[in-house]
């Protein structure tokens, strides 16, 4: 039977279920979302030319890098109508958007953010730059700046780099790598924009705050249309994108204000391309039980936003949502990793550049393996892996010895101290004169830096591990997970808390999570005594001086243990921050400087009156 999907010349007489007043309308599942009875499941841009100007907006999220399907790890495999389809990888992504452009005069390809700062180690270990020869390749035009575009230091990675092409660090070792065609990195070929992210010193936004694209209105006209684009509102605070001098603003109050902007420069269509989502329940082409920041926005909002095309939770839906005025509009999300592109299709009046929304229609669209990869983007793609697995074999350094995680009876262990001494040796390259670093060798919550054994001094798998040799890859998985070192003051009160804190009453027993310190400090523990007084107040020595509660200190530690995220409060009162590297590239960093790594004694927590019984 024919359906109105598979006859274009229908209506569909689908009706839109209605989910309470100021609630959402969710479409059913499996078919496009569109505004009214009268909205098309498919509309080809021949229909009423004479009056409407067809738009196709096409646009990926939360891409992070994903190149390969087989990096996708576990989410390959996403629901869409109620059939489980295998997705994932740039070259199948390229083929589904080539079909989906064909014959589209105006089609408009875009992200709402986080495409690279991912965690494959093939575009993370070259910094990133395979990721934009592929979203170049896919012909992207602009995208929201997501948090994980700001994990690294800004200007100077975003900016400069990313965006201008600009080397950081040596060229060819840290970055402006050869890409498929021989040629050094030379930068994105499509720019990025963020209307609430702005700098303390200046009130201006990090990039633009918006983009205006004029599309073809035939007899040499063209309309314009408007992209407002917004970061999620924790990102000048977030543990990864922890950025000293930034804030957030509201994202209702800049949404209005930028639409009003667009409107009075004659923009009547106005979409809003946003970092910050929420969840709507498994299927890809549905909104069930929807809730989240997105909505909430997209109820609220100026009735001038056409559509809300939005990410950041790593979510597959599509569907409409009523804004103040009742009329309804897509709110949609296309995944993650390359699972799937979401296609919203507008019909603008010839005349006016207004959207007209009865006949808005959107669907999700599985990258599926189902048709041919595209073999350019899939040359680029194995171009990469082949260089991943060259760069992951790289010899840094040596070791004279096992450099574990094992922890003594107090907490310490010889990766612990190592990590300890990188973060003050990094505050200290970078000019911070820090007095001691902290470093949460096993938190109690959230991510842990350390991964695996640690590196072992035995000779691996391959032919460059060799004994003592410690290869860039196994240097980049043992320490780190794209955090920034951070240096901050906090008193000398709060070092000592942090310190107690290893040690917690759980239950029948104690519960320890290890602080590892750097080499300049010392102190005593007994065991004994009562979780919150372990630690001797008195023999807390930093370079040899007794450390004072009441006095200031500078510390290096990773954001992500300094805004307590991993349970480690006792610092999250800290003041004066300032941002050095990401915790990989600095161990990287600290390995070239230190080509032979004996490991650190372990002498820095010693004990006191109380015996090695009780800890657990």
Known sequence: ????????????????????????????????????????????????????????????????????????DGDNLINDGGVP???????????????????????????????????????DAHANEPTIEVLNALGLQFSTVGNHELDQRFPE????????????????????????????????????????????ETGLTVRPPYNIVQVDAGDGRTL???????????????????????????????????AAELKAK???????????????????NALTDPTGPCFTLARTATPDIAAFVTGHWHAGFNGMVPGPDGVLRPVVEAGCHGQMINEITLKLDRQTGAVVPALTTSKNHANTHEIPPDPRVGKIVNYWVDQGVRRFQTPVAQQSADLTRAPSPFGESAMGNLAADVLLWEAHRQGDKVDLALFATAPRKGSVALSGDGLLHA??????????RVLFGEAWKAFGYGNPVLGVTVTGAAVLAALQDQWKASGAGVSTSPMAVSANVSYEVDLGAAPGSRVIPASVKINDVVLDPAKSYRVAAL????????????LAEFTDPVRHERDREVFIAYLRVHPTIDPPPLTRVRPAGGTAEGSR
């Open 85 to 123: 389809k295998v997705v994932g990888g740039a070259a199948y992504l390229a083929a589904h958007l080539k079909r989906l452009r064909a014959g589209r005069r105006n089609s408009i390809f875009f992200s709402a953010g986080d495409n690279f700062a991912g965690w494959p180690f093939t575009v």
């Open 266 to 284: 004659g923009v009547r269509t106005i979409i809003v391309n946003m970092h910050e989502g929420g969840t709507a329940g498994r299927d890809i």
């Open 459 to 468: 000779a691996g798998r391959s032919p460059a591990d060799a004994a003592g």
């Open 1 to 72: 039977m024919m359906d109105a999907c598979d006859d274009p010349g229908r209506f569909s007489r689908r009706a839109v279920l209605g989910v309470g007043a100021g609630m959402v309308a969710a479409s059913q599942v499996g078919i496009r979302a569109y505004a009214d009875e009268n909205g098309q499941d498919q509309a080809p841009p021949d229909v009423d030319s004479d009056r409407y100007v067809d738009v196709q907006l096409l646009n990926i999220t939360d891409f992070h890098g994903y190149l390969s399907p087989t990096d996708v």
């Open 224 to 258: 314009p249309i408007g992209f407002i684009h917004l970061t999620v509102t924790s990102t000048a605070t977030g543990s990864t994108s922890y950025q000293p001098g930034m804030r957030n603003l509201d994202h209702l109050e800049t949404v209005n204000r930028i």
């Open 157 to 200: 990675f975003l900016v400069e780099h990313i965006e201008q092409g600009k080397p950081i660090g040596e060229p060819g070792r840290d970055s402006s790598f050869l890409d498929s065609r021989g040629r050094r990195f030379a930068g994105a070929d499509f720019s990025f924009y963020s209307s609430d992210v702005v700098l303390d």
């Open 559 to 570: 954001a992500y243990t300094l805004i307590a995220a991993d349970g480690t409060t006792a």
